[in-house]
């Protein structure tokens, strides 16, 4: 276990999730150290972040709240970065409040981020951003900021976020109906890496594959796909995930 919640403390939780930890075991265990005045306000937000995420991969909603209320001090500090504050915003209120105002929260984030935030950290909110438009705006919208993020992740030469970025698309489209086209996306994200392993992103493209097969009317492919995610996807059920 961590000593500290700092960004490697994180890096250790995220990491005892992709080998199968109980996500639940893992958050609940470190929920009091939100209050811990020795830990600076950026990391105890940053980690209040990441535990909004793992409420919304739960469909915990009460679980949620007690991290909301434990970080709502972090929101108007002047000791929390910009985007961290409206990131802990966007997750807890597309999840489990406001969905409306977590699409206003969520333009707020895109706009800061293209002005103040590395290519990098700006590709992952518009991975975020993706839902969010997808649960509360139009799915226009949330291809939109998903091709964005591809074309930055394209631009960077990054393959694991084009890979994440190109899955994405091929979700949003899969779920319009227009399997033909979430096709081509999706077996574009495989070209770039092969999903062994039990990460979560790994299991999200094996679920991503399993569903596209069964639309398809391919069984035995889609049982194929199902059988290299079986071990660990139960330890998570958020369509959300596929963000990360």
Partial sequence: SPAYLDEVGLMYLQACWDVGGQL???????????????????????????????????????????????????LTSEHVATDTRLMLDVVYHCSFDNGELSRDLVKQLLAYARQHCTPSVTILYLRHASP??????????????????????????????????????????????????????????????????????????????????????NILEAEAHFARSGPAISTYRSPRSVVR
């Fill in 24 to 74: 639940s075991d893992i958050v609940v265990s470190h929920l009091e150290d939100l209050r811990e005045s020795t830990v600076p306000p950026q990391d105890r937000a940053e980690a209040a972040a990441w535990f909004l995420s793992a409420a919304d991969n739960l469909c915990d909603f009460d679980l949620a709240r007690r991290i909301y209320e434990l970080a709502r001090d972090l």
């Fill in 132 to 217: 969010v438009f997808r649960c509360h705006g139009s799915i226009d919208e949330s291809l939109a900021v998903a091709s964005e993020a591809f074309a930055s992740a394209q631009k960077l030469q990054s393959f694991a976020s084009m890979a994440i970025s190109a899955a994405n698309l091929g979700v949003i489209l899969m779920q319009g109906g227009e399997v033909a086209r979430a096709e081509h996306w999706l077996n574009l994200a495989t070209s770039f890496y092969s999903p062994e392993g039990n990460s979560i992103a790994n299991n999200n493209m094996l679920s991503h594959l399993t569903e596209m097969a069964i639309r398809r009317k």
